[in-house]
T-cell receptor, first 114, second 111 residues
Framework: NAGVTQTPKFQVLKTGQSMTLQCAQD?????MYWYRQDPGMGLRLIYY???????DKGEVPNGYNVSRLNKREFSLRLESAAPSQTSVYFC?????????????FGQGTRLTVV | EDQVTQSPEALRLQEGESSSLNCSYT??????LFWYRQDPGKGPEFLFT???AGEEKEKERLKATLTKKESFLHITAPKPEDSATYLC????????????FGSGTKLNVKP
């Protein structure tokens, strides 16, 4: 039961470098999400994708781009990393439209930008 | 503005000492309220969904309740393995893809 898988688990970047966080789910969910979690601030939505081929901004989209590659995969790209993007990033998926619409989360990517 | 507030930020209990965690919310329309458990270095793990005021859900030592303005997570006779951060989230009625999370309550249960 893989659920939601994120790679990498840890990453250190220098300011200005770019990178892509990968996420895949095997639950056949339509919706996928990227959140960041910072101490004392809870989880904040960066971007989401309600279905294959669509993406929408969340609360904190600046500095990020996303791609919904297919129904399984949703990637998050940092084009020019900044220290303010140091955070733990979580990918999640859900199947809204059904009775149970809870989101299932990956294990997270801990990103440090120096 | 849609927002979720959890209290207290941290809670220390002795094993067996029951207590409650609070999640108050202000949203334009509530589709559902979710409780998650998060262990250090892990992603949130789903516990409960509540959809309407008066609804209750139970799982082992945990019971979640919902009113029109807040939700409580009651922990009865907790054990050290219940130590974790508990998060609540609201799902908006007009957009099922919008979940707003509180900042969590960090629970520490001492033996």
């Amino acid at each position: 039961n893989a659920g939601v898988t994120q790679t990498p688990k840890f990453q250190v970047l220098k300011t200005g470098q770019s990178m892509t966080l990968q996420c895949a789910q095997d639950m056949n969910h339509n919706s996928m999400y990227w959140y960041r979690q910072d101490p004392g601030m809870g989880l904040r939505l960066i971007y989401y994708s309600a279905s294959e081929g669509t993406t929408d901004k969340g609360e904190v989209p600046n500095g990020y781009n996303v791609s919904r590659l297919n129904k399984r995969e949703f990637s998050l790209r940092l084009e020019s990393a900044a220290p303010s993007q140091t955070s733990v990033y979580f990918c999640a998926s859900s199947d809204e439209g059904q009775m149970n619409t809870e989101a299932f989360f990956g294990q997270g990517t801990r990103l440090t930008v120096v | 503005e849609d927002q979720v507030t959890q209290s207290p930020e941290a809670l220390r209990l002795q094993e067996g000492e029951s207590s409650s965690l609070n999640c108050s919310y202000t949203v334009s329309g509530l589709r559902g309220l979710f409780w998650y458990r998060q262990d250090p270095g892990k992603g949130p793990e789903f516990l409960f969904t509540l959809y309407s005021a008066g609804e209750e859900k139970e799982k082992e030592r945990l019971k979640a309740t919902l009113t029109k303005k807040e939700s409580f997570l009651h922990i009865t006779a907790p054990k050290p393995e219940d130590s974790a951060t508990y998060l609540c989230a609201v799902q908006l009625l007009y957009n099922f893809n919008k979940f707003y999370f509180g900042s969590g309550t960090k629970l520490n249960v001492k033996p």
